[in-house]
């Protein structure tokens, strides 16, 4: 099969126009109608509205990494892109940062406005400009922050890839991937348009399957129910394509004796707000959650395993939805830990004979600080739990974050810098690789097919349901 | 866009094996698209049975079906359904249906 390969730079030219923006304009969808969703308007200023944006809503900690930038380079070495494409220029981070870069010091730092030739500063001058800045935002960074971290003078180069996503955003010029499941977000809260029949059917077919396993006609995968200790949220494809987790989760808070619900709405965790930049989509998803615990009066919001929906539903959610959360959001994998912890369940880790590695995930240890609760769930529930090496915090993306996965036109290279997980998955020999994160299993899966790696894509939940024994 | 080369037949697809034009499927692009995508050297009739049902939703609904109608259609228990296409409901199952990519996290 021939795939398309990235020339000698690595940004890929991705065209601006799409047609799901067509058929929502035809359409009229509300979103659309109602000013929520963005489509892209031809001959429209969009150059100059995108100035305008940026004049607006620059905040100082994006001047700071607007400024602060010394061109040391080492964010290059960083980067799983530059890493694969070393003689390519374009895939350093700070070559994509530049990009916005310059158009803040021509039109908001004096040096620009008085040497722009100097500070190589530039503004984009047309839609062709701004869809050039389209394909480097969202086509070459998983927005994994990798080189935040690693970055002396403390730039946090995602932070504006996000914002200049959020600007282009703003007039409708991002890929059709983020336009699609935005738009699906805002029209039906949740991220694959699942119908809230649908819903109901597939958790009652899975408390059923639940019932047969544990031949116990006690269980229960409720809905709606108030007062309960636990809200569960989960990410849509969960429901629509791979409800093998939520019948795990059902099977061990049964097990635990965990007084638990799933709201009727407000249950998808996960959050196209923080791919696409737009902080009102963010705002309107993470607060249907919210807002579903505060009506149910759930003691804590538990999100299923998910990299982004962790990341935005217990951090970024509240300073977007301006929420002041009372109620703790925690992920499922932490209550795995506290039931282990307090022996609310048993597990047998003989079940889980076959090697193990732990990707972390960008938005899980990086962006959200949980690093050592997967490890400690791990060691009690396989016998050969080994570190991939780096891991933690300098872990490499799976190459997929970022919404990468739902842009299929920046695959070619996003497998191709794919070099280096794939080098790293192989260096641990083990069997299986363990993540807590639905789209890192995807991102993985890809990886490990493409480079032909004999390695399968677990998740925690699977392992604690599987090492998990009967109630004494 | 990419194409699968097969044969004598050429099918247009986009970077990650779904039919650019899903108008274009036929059985025999099935096939192709099971073996180049799937690794299925041939279709058996379970796996036929999964690909017309969503093929049936499709064109009625103009969206892929959810896994749990995938199952009540055919008969198949969850896990049956994975045996059958590796890559899954979403990136096996429908791609040899010629749905294009569903949207989302998958």
Same mark, same amino acid.
């Given at each position: 099969m021939r795939r398309r390969k990235p020339g000698p730079s690595g940004i890929v030219a991705a065209p601006l126009e799409t047609k799901s923006q067509d058929n929502a304009r035809r359409d009229n969808i509300a979103s659309v109608a109602q000013g929520r969703l963005k489509t892209y308007e031809t001959g429209a200023p969009n150059a100059r509205r995108f100035l305008d944006l940026l004049s607006r809503r620059i905040t100082r900690s994006l001047a700071v990494s607007l400024t602060a930038c010394v061109h040391c380079g080492m964010c290059a070495e960083s980067c799983h892109y530059f890493l694969a494409r070393p003689d390519d220029p374009t895939m350093t981070p700070v070559y994509k940062a530049d990009q916005i870069r310059r158009v803040f010091k021509r039109h908001l730092d004096w040096t620009g406005r008085v040497v722009p030739w100097w500070v190589k500063a530039s503004a984009p001058e047309n839609d062709e400009d701004l869809n050039r800045l389209k394909n480097v935002v969202f086509g070459a960074c998983s927005a994994c922050r990798r080189c935040t971290l690693n970055c002396p003078m403390g730039v946090d180069t995602a932070l504006l890839v996000r914002f200049t996503r959020g600007l282009l955003t703003e007039l409708g010029i991002v890929p059709e991937g983020v336009f699609n499941v935005s738009r699906d977000q805002w029209e039906t809260g949740n991220q694959m348009a699942v119908s809230e029949a649908d819903y109901l059917e597939t958790l009652e077919w899975m408390r059923d399957e639940v019932r047969a396993e544990l031949a116990d006609p006690t269980v229960e995968i409720p809905v709606d129910r108030p007062d309960c200790d636990v809200l569960y949220?989960?990410?849509?494809?969960?429901?629509?394509? !791979? +409800?093998?987790?939520?019948?795990?989760?059902?099977?061990?808070?049964?097990?635990?004796?965990?007084?638990?619900?799933? +709201?009727?709405?407000?249950?998808?965790?996960?959050?196209?707000?923080?791919?696409?930049?737009?902080? /009102?989509?963010?705002?309107?998803?993470?607060?249907?959650?919210?807002?579903?615990?505060?009506?149910?009066?759930?003691?804590?919001?538990?999100?299923?395993? *998910?990299?982004?929906?962790?990341?935005?539903?217990?951090?970024?959610?509240?300073?977007?939805?301006?929420? !002041?959360?009372?109620?703790?959001?925690?992920?499922?994998?932490?209550?795995?830990?506290?039931?282990?912890?307090?022996?609310?369940?048993?597990?047998?880790?003989?079940?889980? +004979?076959? +090697?193990?590695?732990?990707?972390?995930? *960008?938005?899980?240890? /990086?962006?959200?600080?949980?690093v050592e609760e997967p490890r400690r769930v791990l060691r009690q529930v396989c016998l050969d739990f080994r570190e991939m090496t780096p891991n933690g915090r300098e872990n490499f993306c799976c190459t997929g974050g970022g919404g990468l996965l739902s842009m299929a036109e920046y695959r070619p290279l996003r497998l191709e810098v794919a070099r280096i997980k794939a080098d790293q998955l192989r260096a641990t020999g083990a069997g299986q690789v363990c993540t807590m994160c639905h789209n890192c299993v995807d991102g993985l899966a890809d990886v490990i097919r493409h480079y032909k790696i004999d390695m399968k894509v677990v998740q925690v939940l699977d392992l604690v349901s599987r090492a998990l024994m009967a109630p004494r | 866009m990419p194409f699968i080369e097969h044969d004598d037949s050429k099918i247009e697809v986009n970077e990650e094996g779904f039919l650019a034009h899903p108008e274009e499927w036929t059985e025999d692009v099935a096939r192709i698209l099971a073996k180049v995508e799937e690794g299925l050297d041939e279709l058996t009739p379970e796996h036929w049975v999964v690909v017309n049902y969503i093929r049936d939703y499709y064109r009625e609904k103009g969206l892929a079906p959810m896994v749990r109608k995938m199952c009540q259609a055919s008969g198949f228990a969850l896990m049956r359904i994975y045996d059958l296409f590796p890559s899954g409901p979403a990136k096996g199952a429908c791609k040899v249906a010629g749905l294009p990519k569903p949207d989302g996290c998958v």
């Amino acid at each position: 099969m021939r795939r398309r390969k990235p020339g000698p730079s690595g940004i890929v030219a991705a065209p601006l126009e799409t047609k799901s923006q067509d058929n929502a304009r035809r359409d009229n969808i509300a979103s659309v109608a109602q000013g929520r969703l963005k489509t892209y308007e031809t001959g429209a200023p969009n150059a100059r509205r995108f100035l305008d944006l940026l004049s607006r809503r620059i905040t100082r900690s994006l001047a700071v990494s607007l400024t602060a930038c010394v061109h040391c380079g080492m964010c290059a070495e960083s980067c799983h892109y530059f890493l694969a494409r070393p003689d390519d220029p374009t895939m350093t981070p700070v070559y994509k940062a530049d990009q916005i870069r310059r158009v803040f010091k021509r039109h908001l730092d004096w040096t620009g406005r008085v040497v722009p030739w100097w500070v190589k500063a530039s503004a984009p001058e047309n839609d062709e400009d701004l869809n050039r800045l389209k394909n480097v935002v969202f086509g070459a960074c998983s927005a994994c922050r990798r080189c935040t971290l690693n970055c002396p003078m403390g730039v946090d180069t995602a932070l504006l890839v996000r914002f200049t996503r959020g600007l282009l955003t703003e007039l409708g010029i991002v890929p059709e991937g983020v336009f699609n499941v935005s738009r699906d977000q805002w029209e039906t809260g949740n991220q694959m348009a699942v119908s809230e029949a649908d819903y109901l059917e597939t958790l009652e077919w899975m408390r059923d399957e639940v019932r047969a396993e544990l031949a116990d006609p006690t269980v229960e995968i409720p809905v709606d129910r108030p007062d309960c200790d636990v809200l569960y949220t989960i990410n849509p494809r969960e429901i629509k394509f !791979d +409800p093998r987790s939520i019948a795990h989760a059902a099977k061990i808070f049964h097990v635990a004796g965990e007084k638990w619900t799933l +709201p009727k709405w407000g249950w998808d965790q996960t959050n196209f707000g923080l791919f696409s930049g737009d902080d /009102r989509l963010g705002a309107f998803v993470a607060g249907n959650v919210y807002e579903a615990a505060a009506r149910l009066r759930a003691g804590r919001i538990v999100i299923s395993e *998910c990299g982004h929906g962790y990341r935005s539903t217990r951090w970024e959610g509240y300073d977007w939805a301006s929420r !002041d959360q009372t109620a703790p959001t925690e992920s499922v994998v932490v209550t795995l830990g506290r039931y282990l912890a307090e022996g609310r369940i048993r597990v047998d880790a003989s079940r889980n +004979p076959v +090697p193990v590695t732990f990707h972390d995930s *960008c938005n899980i240890a /990086r962006s959200g600080d949980l690093v050592e609760e997967p490890r400690r769930v791990l060691r009690q529930v396989c016998l050969d739990f080994r570190e991939m090496t780096p891991n933690g915090r300098e872990n490499f993306c799976c190459t997929g974050g970022g919404g990468l996965l739902s842009m299929a036109e920046y695959r070619p290279l996003r497998l191709e810098v794919a070099r280096i997980k794939a080098d790293q998955l192989r260096a641990t020999g083990a069997g299986q690789v363990c993540t807590m994160c639905h789209n890192c299993v995807d991102g993985l899966a890809d990886v490990i097919r493409h480079y032909k790696i004999d390695m399968k894509v677990v998740q925690v939940l699977d392992l604690v349901s599987r090492a998990l024994m009967a109630p004494r | 866009m990419p194409f699968i080369e097969h044969d004598d037949s050429k099918i247009e697809v986009n970077e990650e094996g779904f039919l650019a034009h899903p108008e274009e499927w036929t059985e025999d692009v099935a096939r192709i698209l099971a073996k180049v995508e799937e690794g299925l050297d041939e279709l058996t009739p379970e796996h036929w049975v999964v690909v017309n049902y969503i093929r049936d939703y499709y064109r009625e609904k103009g969206l892929a079906p959810m896994v749990r109608k995938m199952c009540q259609a055919s008969g198949f228990a969850l896990m049956r359904i994975y045996d059958l296409f590796p890559s899954g409901p979403a990136k096996g199952a429908c791609k040899v249906a010629g749905l294009p990519k569903p949207d989302g996290c998958v």
